[in-house]
Structures are given as C-alpha cells and as structure tokens.
C-alpha cells in the first residue's frame, strides 16, 4: 500500500486595497500551481500568509492584530505587504514571525515558503486554471495595469513603500483580461496607483498582442479591452487632458462610462500643498467637458478634510467645487498623518475635531447631491450585474456602481436572478447611495 503524502496547506489572509487584493492572487495562484492547499482557517494550516496594509495608522494596528491572531492560532506566519517595508515595525512587535517581505514579493515570499514548507510534487494533479486563483467572486476581477507612482503627493508614502511607476507590457495585461473573460468573468476593474500615467515609464512603447502592435497607453488598452464584450471600470484616473480621449469609448459603450478620479481638494492652495498630480487642471471645466460627451457618465472622487493649512475659506472653497462638480459619488477621510509622509512637518495641523467635523460637513453637503443624481435615474431601463440573491430579491449593480465603494441596485423581485449575469431592470425609487429596481422580463 502507498501512503499518500500530506499535503502542504497554507492559511492566506490578504488585508488591504485591491492592489493588495492582486499580490494576493499572485501568490495564490503560485501556491495552486506547485500543488499546495490553501487553507480556509488557522488550524487547518500547516503556516499562515498574512499579505499586509501599512498605508495609514488603522491600517498598520489592523496588519499587527491579524498578524497577532495568526500567530496565536497558527504559530507560523510569512508576513508580506505594505507594513513589511517600514523598517522593523513587524519584527518589533512580533519576533517570532518566520519572515518579513515587502509588497509585489511573490517570488520572495515563494521562497520562504519553500524553505519552511517544501512543495509536495505532484505533476499529474498540480493543475492550475489559466486565469489563476482569484479572492474576488467569480464575475469580478481587479486586473493590475501598474505598479508604483512617480508622484510625490505629501500625505502619502506609497511611492516609497512600491517605488516608481513600472507598467505591466500591454500583451500581457490584455491576455489576462481575455484569460479573465473566457473564464466567466463579467466585469473587470482597472486599478493601479495612477492608472493614466500607465505606459510613461516605458514611452508607451509598442507590444504585441493577438500579433498586432499595440502602444502601451491607457487609450489604446481601453479600446483593446473594449473588444472583450464585458464591463471595464476604470480606478485612479487623474484628469489629465488625455483622460479626454476616453470619453468617447465611453459614450459609444466600449468601456463602462465611469471615472474614479482622486480629486482630494479643490483650492489651488491647498492641492499645491498636497502636491497633487493634474492640479493645475481646471477640473470643473473638465467634468463639464466629459458629462458634454458622454452624459450618463458617472463621477467618483474622495476628499481629504482637514488637510495642514487648510482655512475655513479653503473649506467652502471645497464646497463650492461639490456644490458646482454635482459629482455622482463621494467619499471623504480627515487628514490622518501617516508616518514618514512629507505633510507631516507641514506647519497649520488642525486639531482632530476639525478635521473630523469637516469631513461630517463635507459628506452631509453632498448627501443632497447623490441624492439628486441618483433620483434622476428613476424610470429608466438599465442593464445591472447581479451579485448575490438573498430573501429580500438580487443585489445588484449599475454601470455607475464599483464593487465595495458604491452603492447598489435592489431588483426586489429578484429572487430568482441568476448570480453573476446581467439583466435588465427598470428603476423604480432611491436613496441617497442605492436605487430600487424591478426585473424587467422582455
Ligand atoms: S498619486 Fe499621490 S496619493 Fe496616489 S500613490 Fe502616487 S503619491 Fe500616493
């Protein structure tokens, strides 16, 4: 008789944002391809992956916690992410962790696997999907474009945590989204830390893809992923003028009408502080041109209140721009210093109850807004993304709604939707972040 072998079960915890959530997915799918098991629970683990956030303070108290527990209920823990490249943070608060790598480290942390837990090989079963292993449901996947940023913004330390821009060579972005695609999946977000700067570094250099030449430019891999049939959502999007160009991919139904676009403030003073990209721009002139061209587009943005220096008048300044932007969805933070980040010795800190107070004032402000904009969708016909079906009908989502950041659309006679399809529906009523619909069966 043969014994079978045991297999090698790893415990995966991936905290962070969708960046994040894309290392993890690399990992996986390299784990899944040598022949590990992943493991849903400490105990069934043989060690513990804790992919980590180091990007502001609650984050780091989150990645140290969760690297705790695991410690606690596993013993043997690989920690990597953001909070694995500030200095000894990690090693200070927990020795005993087996090893510490910084971000986008699969191969790094491929190795320190190995060494405590050494693949059992097994070629005839070590099978992988080709669009690998994905955390995200089956019919959404975020598809990484860049990774880094050239940009200096005060309050942030990203580039130094993930270093300067390097964009993914548009062959291999597009096979992953056809990859993507042919395995079911529906809709694919765009992320990267400065999705329109994707193709600088390299100056936009010709790749190849289904043997044509292809630039390697946010236009171009619009229009190529606009071929795929599904939904393309585009994050972090700068308003640069080339932004323009893909207003019309919207408008014509090629790419989703959809920008996620980090305005952060509106007074000049205040973005020069925050050394913003684009923030010479006249945005208010931008969106103005973009909603000319494609008028169902819907606009995203988050604010930070509160920032070092800002005045009362910057404040309304900020509402102004709200109040004459009539963006669709907003999210707002108060200025947290996060350590290491240049704004921090910036002179005018404001106490935490102001800026907690004006992020308040902010969100109440808009709150009318998306109100009226969401208002404005009722008794039209839509085509929506049904996410899950529970007792009270399908949740789904409308081309204006991102995954886990926006709001969404309750089909409430849609109990017997299928997940992970599209269908149309008929607005029927809102609130201030969701709508009310109904199936519509023709
Ligand atoms: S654009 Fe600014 S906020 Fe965004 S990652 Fe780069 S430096 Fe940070």
Redesign the pocket.
């Given at each position: 008789m043969t014994l079978r072998k045991h297999t090698p079960t790893v415990g995966f915890v991936s905290l962070g944002c969708p960046k994040n959530t894309v290392d993890s997915e690399m990992i996986l799918t390299r784990l899944r391809a040598e022949g590990y098991l992943i493991s849903n629970d400490y105990a069934g683990a043989d060690l513990v992956v804790v992919n980590t956030c180091g990007f502001i303070d609650d984050a780091v108290a989150e990645s140290l916690d969760c690297i705790g527990e695991a410690l606690n209920e596993n013993g043997k823990v690989i920690v990597t992410g953001c909070l694995g490249a500030k200095g000894n943070v990690v090693r200070d608060t927990h020795p005993s962790v087996l090893a510490v790598t910084g971000p986008q480290a699969t191969q790094e942390v491929m190795e320190h696997i190995h060494a405590q837990l050494p693949p059992v090989h097994e070629p005839f079963i070590d099978l992988v999907p080709p669009q690998g292993i994905r955390i995200t449901p089956q019919h959404y996947a975020y598809l990484k474009i860049s990774e880094g940023?050239?940009?200096?913004?005060s309050?942030?330390?990203?580039?130094d945590l993930?270093g300067r821009l390097v964009s993914r060579p548009i062959g291999d972005v597009l096979q992953e989204a056809e990859a993507l695609a042919s395995a079911g999946v529906k809709e694919l977000l765009i992320v990267s830390?400065?999705t329109s700067a994707y193709g600088v570094d390299v100056k936009y250099r010709t790749g190849f893809h289904g043997g044509r030449p292809v630039k390697t430019r946010l236009f171009e891999l619009c229009q190529a992923l606009g071929e795929l049939g599904i939904w393309v959502r585009l994050h972090?999007v700068?308003p640069y003028p080339s932004v323009d160009q893909l207003l019309p991919l919207m408008a014509e139904g090629k790419i989703l009408p959809y920008l996620d676009v980090?305005f952060?403030h509106a007074s000049p003073k205040i973005l020069k502080l925050m050394?913003?990209?684009a923030s010479s721009e006249n945005n208010l002139a931008r969106i103005k041109a973009w909603r000319a061209v494609c008028p169902d587009i819907t606009i995203r943005s988050t604010f930070i209140t509160g920032f070092p220096g800002e005045t009362e008048a910057d404040f309304e300044e900020l509402l102004s721009f709200l109040e004459e932007a009539q963006l669709d969805r907003v999210g707002a933070f108060a200025y947290s210093p996060v350590e290491g980040a240049a704004a921090n010795e910036l002179p005018g800190a404001l106490p935490l109850e102001v800026r907690e107070e004006r992020r308040r004032l902010l969100l109440e402000f808009q709150e009318d807004i998306s109100t009226q904009r969401l208002e404005a969708r009722i008794g039209r016909r839509m085509r929506v993304l049904v996410d899950e079906v529970d007792e009270d009908g399908a949740l789904a989502r409308s081309p204006g709604d991102a995954p886990e950041i926006d709001g969404l659309v309750y089909v409430t006679d849609g109990h017997d939707l299928p997940v992970g399809e599209f269908v149309e529906v008929e607005i029927t009523d809102c609130d201030v972040h969701d709508l009310y619909a109904r199936r519509l069966t023709d």
């Open positions: 940023c050239n940009h200096h913004c309050f942030c330390i990203i580039p993930r830390q400065d972090y700068y980090p952060q050394q913003r990209p």
